[in-house]
């Protein structure tokens, strides 16, 4: 492999990942320091204070129906994801019949077959987060579901669905940003400059749909 080659792409691919990282780690900041700042917090605020009005209300039929969409939506994505896994898995078997067609794009990364196999490894890992946390999001939101049945007298009622709720959230968000983070990866498959291009790109629509 030569090292001419390949040193561009690890700064390009490195900084693409770092900046992605750096870019969660301020989000966390800003969402714990400054919540106003952060739809993830508003969110969560606006979640608790709906739920706390439709359980005191008895309005179990409308809470069901926005735990029940949750559900169908994270089990559709989950259900994509392990099929995304499978797709790349049975693509590492085919790198002969892939790996020129893969590089016609790539102006001056890496051609090997070991590096190519290292991109669908980390794509792989994406999607087997996103269906790690859109399974923990169904198990949270079932028993939520079953939770706001009991009613705030109970103590395992409003207390318990409001945190089933907030940990089927995360764990929705978690597995929504898993898929974000698929699209640079895929892009890295044409070309670091490429990638590169993705996650310029992605951080733009973060940055709007964050604020």
Same mark, same amino acid.
């Given at each position: ?21 750096? %870019?969660?780690?301020?989000?966390? %900041?800003?969402?714990? $320091? ?25 309005? =179990? ?34 790198? =002969? ?5 893969? $590089? !016609? ?7 090997? =077959? ?26 949270? !939101? ?11 007298? $109970? ?15 995360? $764990? %929705? ?6 898929? %974000? ?28 749909? =964050?604020?």
């Amino acid at each position: 492999m030569n090292p001419n080659i390949v040193l561009p792409e690890l700064i390009l691919v490195g900084g693409s990942l770092a900046s992605l990282i750096g %870019y969660q780690l301020w989000l966390l %900041y800003v969402t714990k $320091h400054r919540p106003r700042q952060s739809a993830f917090a508003r969110h969560k605020l606006l979640r608790r204070g709906w739920i706390e009005r439709a359980i005191k209300d008895n309005n =179990d039929i409308l809470i069901i129906q926005n735990v029940r969409n949750w559900i169908m939506a994270a089990n559709f994505l989950a259900s994509t994801a392990i099929l995304f896994v499978l797709g790349l898995l049975s693509t590492v078997f085919s790198l =002969d019949r892939i790996s020129s067609k893969a $590089h !016609m794009l790539n102006f001056f990364g890496s051609h090997s =077959d070991e590096v190519l196999v290292f991109k669908i490894l980390l794509l792989t890992l994406a999607f087997l987060g996103a269906f790690f946390n859109f399974s923990l999001c169904l198990r949270s !939101m079932t028993h939520a579901s079953f939770m706001t049945g009991l009613g705030s007298e $109970h103590v395992m009622g409003q207390r318990g669905a409001i945190h089933e709720l907030e940990l089927g959230a995360f $764990h %929705y968000m978690i597995g929504i940003r898993s898929y %974000y983070l698929a699209m640079p990866l895929s892009l890295w498959f044409f070309g670091p400059i490429w990638m590169v291009l993705g996650t310029v790109l992605l951080l733009i629509i973060l940055r709007r749909i =964050d604020r």
